[in-house]
C-alpha cells in the first residue's frame, strides 16, 4: 500500500515541493515551540505545590558542552531568583504570560504550515481532473460505449472528490505528525530515557491492535464508489429520458429501481463508516492505557523517592506523551483513509492509463489533400471479439463522386463510414485514401479532410456563430453569414434574438430538428473538407425541414466526395454508384435504374418506401 501511495505521490506532488518543503519547516518550528512552551509548566508547578526545597546556584556554562543537568539546574536556579525578588505569584504570573506567548507563535506556525498545504491540495485535484478530461478526449469513441457514461461521470467527480479527501488530506497529516511524534520524542528521550524505553516497548503493541480494524477497507471502498457510478448513470439516463417516462407513466418503476441501487449504495456506505469510525474510539481507547500504564510506572519511581525523575518533571513528561498520542492518532486515521483514496485512484487510472487503441503511426505518410480515392479494400471489422459487423467490405469512392450506402437498420453502414475518420480501426483489410493506408497518416490531417453531417446533429451551449466556427479557427463573421446561407440556417439566425450570438441553449434544446441539422451543415461549409460524410442527415427531419435541409446538402455536396447513408431512397437517386448492405455485407451495387431492374435487395427497400 505504501509503495503504491508514494508512486502516486511522485505522480502529482513535483510541482508542489515548494510548498511542500514550506510545510516541513513550518511544522518542526511549531512543533519545537509546543514543546518550549510547555517546558513552563515545570517551574509552575513547582511554584504552585511548593514541591521543590532544595536552593540552586548559578553554575558557570560551558558552551561548548551544555550539559543537561546544568541547563536544569540554572533554569531553576534563575525561577527562584525571580520569585525572591518578585514574590511567586508574580513569577506565575511572567510564566504564564511566557506560555501564551510562545503558543501564540505555536499555533501560528499551525496555521502557517496549514495554509501552505492548502495550494498543494487543490492543485493535485486539479490536475487529476484535467488529465482525466484530456484523456477522455482522446480515447476513442469504442472506449465510451463500452465503459457507461454515468460510471465514467462518477470517476471523474466522486472518486477525484475522494482521492481529495483521503489521499491529498493525508499529505497534510504525513508532514505534521510525523514531526510531531518524531519532536516529542526527541523530547521524551531527554526528559528520561528510561521511561521512554518503557512506553517503546508498550507502545507498538497498541500499533498493531489498531492495524487490525483497517483491513478489506480498501476492497469496501471500490464497491461503494462503483455503485455511485451506477446511481449517476441511472440520474443521466432519467434526465435523457425524461419525455418517454412520463409517456409510458413509468414513474414509479424508475423510482423503485433508483431506490434500489441507493439501498445498496447506502448499506454498503454504512459497513464502510462503521468500520472507519471503530478506529478513532479504538485509538482513544489504546491512547489512555498505554499513558495510564506509563503513570503506574513513573509513579512507582517517584513514590520510591527514586532521583532518576522529579514529580513535576514527570507531569511535564506525561503532558508531552499525552501529545504524542493525538499525532499517532492521525497518523493511524491516514492508514484508513489512504486505502480508501487509492481504491479510487485505482478506479481513475483505468480511465488515465487506458490504452488507446487508435495509434498515431511513428513515422506518418504526408497526406496534405485529397486527390484520388476512397477505397476499402477487403474490409471485415466487428466492435466485439467473434462478431463481425462489416464482413470482406470492397469498395471506391473517386474523387468528386457521391457513393450512397443503402440497407436494413443494423447492416452496418454507420460503423462503415466510421472507418474512414479512424473512430475505430479495422481489423482485418485496409482503407486507403489516395493509396495510402489510413493508419499511416497523422489523425488530424486526415479527420482534416473531412466533414461529418449525422442524424443528430452534435451542438453545444454556445452561440450560433461559435457554433459555426467550431472547427476553424479565425473565421470572419462575413465568411460564417456565407455559410450560414449555404446552409439555409441564415434567415432563422438572423430572427432570433442576438442574431449570431444568440445562445442555442444546452445541445441546441431551443431549436428544432432541422434547425439544428441547418446548423450543423453551416458549419461542415465553413470547415470546407474535400470529402463529405453524410449519415442519415435528413432521416430525424419533417418533410418540410427537410426539403431545405436537402437543398443545403446539395449545395454542400456539389464539387465535394460524398459518401451518404440514405434512409430515404429518393434523396440518393442521383448518386453515383449505391452499394445495398445487408448483414455487413455488400449484396447489390449499381446505379439507382439499375438496382431496380435488378429486382433484388434494393428494389425490395425501394418498394417498401412507396407504400
Ligand atoms: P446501421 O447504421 O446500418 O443501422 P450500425 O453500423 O449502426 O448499422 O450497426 C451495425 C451493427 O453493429 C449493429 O448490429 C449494431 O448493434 C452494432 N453496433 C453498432 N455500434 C456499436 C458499438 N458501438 N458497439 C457494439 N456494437 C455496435
Ligand atoms: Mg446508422
Avoid at 511524534?181 to 528520561?192: D, K, N, R
Wanted: aromatic share 10%.
Amino acid at each position: 500500500m505504501l509503495k503504491q501511495f508514494l508512486s502516486v505521490m511522485s505522480r502529482y506532488l513535483k510541482p508542489y515541493r515548494k510548498y511542500l518543503a514550506w510545510a516541513v519547516v513550518l511544522n518542526f518550528f511549531s512543533q519545537w515551540m509546543n514543546v518550549f512552551s510547555f517546558v513552563v509548566l515545570i517551574p509552575i508547578l513547582n511554584i504552585l505545590f511548593k514541591i521543590d526545597s532544595a536552593v540552586y546556584e548559578y553554575r558557570p556554562m560551558d558552551w561548548q558542552h551544555l550539559d543537561k543537568e546544568t541547563l536544569t539546574n540554572n533554569a531553576y536556579a534563575w525561577v527562584q531568583e525571580l520569585i525572591a525578588v518578585h514574590g511567586p505569584f508574580a513569577t506565575l504570573v511572567m510564566m504564564g504570560c511566557a506560555l501564551i506567548v510562545m503558543t501564540a507563535i505555536k499555533t501560528a506556525g499551525y496555521f502557517g504550515s496549514a495554509a501552505v498545504m492548502v495550494p498543494l491540495r487543490t492543485g493535485v485535484v486539479k490536475d487529476i481532473r484535467v488529465q482525466v478530461y484530456e484523456k477522455v478526449l482522446r480515447l476513442p469513441l469504442g472506449f465510451f460505449s463500452e465503459e457507461r457514461k454515468g460510471d465514467i461521470i462518477a470517476r471523474m467527480s466522486a472518486d477525484v472528490q475522494a482521492v481529495e479527501n483521503s489521499i491529498t488530506n493525508s499529505i497534510d497529516m504525513l508532514i505534521r505528525q510525523p514531526i510531531a511524534i518524531l519532536v516529542c520524542f526527541v523530547t521524551l528521550f531527554a526528559v528520561s530515557w528510561q521511561l521512554t524505553v518503557f512506553v517503546l516497548i508498550v507502545a507498538p503493541l497498541a500499533g498493531w491492535l489498531m492495524g487490525a480494524v483497517s483491513r478489506k477497507l480498501k476492497r469496501k471502498s471500490a464497491t461503494v464508489q462503483e455503485l455511485w457510478g451506477s446511481i449517476i448513470a441511472q440520474l443521466d439516463e432519467t434526465l435523457g429520458g425524461l419525455r418517454i417516462i412520463k409517456a409510458f407513466i413509468a414513474e414509479q418503476k424508475m423510482l423503485r429501481r433508483f431506490d434500489a441501487v441507493n439501498g445498496h449504495y447506502r448499506k454498503e456506505m454504512n459497513e464502510m463508516v462503521i468500520r472507519q469510525n471503530a478506529a478513532h474510539p479504538m485509538s482513544e481507547f489504546l491512547g489512555t492505557t498505554i499513558i495510564t500504564v506509563v503513570l503506574w510506572f513513573g509513579g512507582l519511581l517517584i513514590l520510591n523517592q527514586s532521583n532518576l525523575i522529579d514529580a513535576s518533571t514527570f507531569i511535564f513528561y506525561m503532558v508531552i506523551l499525552y501529545s504524542v498520542i493525538n499525532p499517532l492518532k492521525e497518523f493511524s486515521k491516514a492508514s484508513y483513509q489512504i486505502p480508501v483514496g487509492l481504491a479510487s485512484m485505482d478506479r481513475i487510472d483505468f480511465i488515465l492509463k487506458a490504452e488507446n487503441p487508435i495509434k498515431e503511426p511513428a513515422d506518418p505518410e504526408p497526406l496534405a489533400s485529397f486527390e484520388s480515392a476512397i477505397e476499402f479494400r477487403d474490409v471485415t471489422f466487428g466492435y466485439a471479439e467473434g462478431r463481425n459487423v462489416l464482413k470482406h467490405i470492397s469498395l471506391r469512392v473517386p474523387k468528386g463522386k457521391t457513393v450512397a450506402l443503402v440497407g436494413q437498420s443494423g447492416s452496418g453502414k454507420s460503423t462503415l463510414v466510421d472507418l474512414v475518420p479512424r473512430y475505430h480501426d479495422v481489423q482485418q483489410g485496409e482503407v486507403l485514401i489516395d493509396g495510402k493506408n489510413i493508419k499511416g497518416v497523422r489523425i488530424s490531417e486526415l479527420r482534416s479532410l473531412i466533414g461529418n453531417v449525422n442524424q443528430e446533429a452534435i451542438l453545444f451551449n454556445d452561440t450560433f456563430f461559435n457554433n459555426i466556427t467550431f472547427g476553424v479557427e479565425g473565421a470572419t463573421m462575413e465568411q460564417v453569414v456565407e455559410a450560414a446561407k449555404i446552409a439555409n440556417a441564415h434567415d432563422f439566425i438572423m430572427e432570433s434574438e442576438h442574431g449570431y450570438d444568440t445562445m442555442i441553449g444546452d445541445r441546441g434544446g431551443r431549436l428544432s430538428g432541422g434547425q439544428r441539422q441547418r446548423v450543423s451543415i453551416a458549419r461542415a461549409v465553413l470547415k470546407n473538407p474535400p470529402i463529405l460524410i453524410l449519415d442519415e442527415a435528413t432521416s430525424a427531419l419533417d418533410t418540410e425541414s427537410e426539403r431545405l435541409v436537402q437543398e443545403a446538402l446539395e449545395r454542400l455536396m456539389r464539387s465535394r466526395t460524398t459518401i451518404a447513408i440514405a434512409h430515404r431512397l429518393s434523396t440518393i437517386k442521383n448518386a453515383d454508384e449505391i452499394y445495398v448492405l445487408h448483414d455487413g455485407e455488400i449484396v447489390e451495387q449499381g446505379q439507382h435504374d439499375e438496382l431496380i431492374a435488378r429486382n433484388g435487395y434494393y428494389k425490395r427497400l425501394y418498394d417498401m418506401q412507396q407504400l
